[in-house]
């Protein structure tokens, strides 16, 4: 399968905890984004990196999420000290080149308790 | 303000029926629009993608068309299936930046 994984597709996790979502891109996408998404919404935009550099975190919800993409291949985000409101989907995408067009990987669901 | 708006929110229809879904937006100048399809659950796929100067394009039963002079895109399903049963979001893309609508929740019942 060459498209965007991530992992764990779920994550039920208690209140204060911390979680960290992988994602693996297309290979050849250097480009790669962090969306959160609620029900019934649509993705929120996280942070986003060109190969290993973040350029833009701003939107990060709070200083208790942050992403990494060390070598420019996968990436990860973290969230430390989940709270309930944390619930969502985290949807992962990475982008063509040359086309500019969005694959999404399957998302990893948090549900904190 | 969203400057994706969707509607409606949410559509019944029954298996074998056409519908019409609409994003108007606001963002400005834009390089793009796409519909996307997102089942539950599921990370969403793309569907079309037109540039401000296509009105239309399409993809099977899908038919994405848009005008830009009023900002406004559709997508109309045609000779609908249970399977078209799932979110449908428009994305507008400015620069780098993409804004996402909320999406209409389609139901497709038998």
């Known amino acids: 399968d060459t498209g965007v994984s991530q992992d764990p597709r779920h994550k039920i996790t208690k209140r204060g905890q911390n979680v960290t979502f992988r994602c693996d891109p297309i290979?050849?996408?250097?480009?790669l984004y962090w969306y959160r998404q609620t029900l019934g919404q649509g993705p929120e935009f996280l942070t986003y990196f060109q190969n290993e550099a973040q350029l833009e975190k701003s939107r990060l919800l709070s200083d208790r999420f942050s992403a990494e993409r060390p070598k420019g291949s996968f990436s990860t985000l973290e969230i430390q000290r989940t709270e309930q409101g944390d619930s969502a989907m985290y949807l992962c995408a990475s982008r063509h080149p040359n086309t500019g067009e969005l694959f999404f990987g399957e998302g990893s669901r948090l549900t904190v308790l | 303000k969203n400057q994706v708006e969707q509607s409606p929110q949410s559509l019944i229809i029954l298996e074998g029926k056409n519908c019409t879904l609409q994003?108007?937006?606001?963002?400005?100048?834009?390089?793009?629009l796409r519909w996307y399809k997102q089942d539950t659950g599921r990370g969403p796929v793309s569907l079309t993608i037109?540039?401000?100067?296509?009105n239309t394009k399409s993809n099977g039963r899908y038919t994405a068309t848009l005008d830009a002079d009023t900002k406004q895109s559709s997508l109309h399903i045609t000779a609908s299936q249970l399977s078209d049963s799932a979110s449908y979001i428009c994305v507008v893309m400015k620069n780098n930046d993409m804004r996402f609508g909320a999406g209409t929740r389609l139901t497709v019942k038998p």
């Open positions: 994003c108007n937006y606001t963002v400005s100048p834009f390089s793009n």
């Open positions: 290979s050849e996408h250097n480009r």
């Open positions: 037109m540039t401000f100067s296509e």
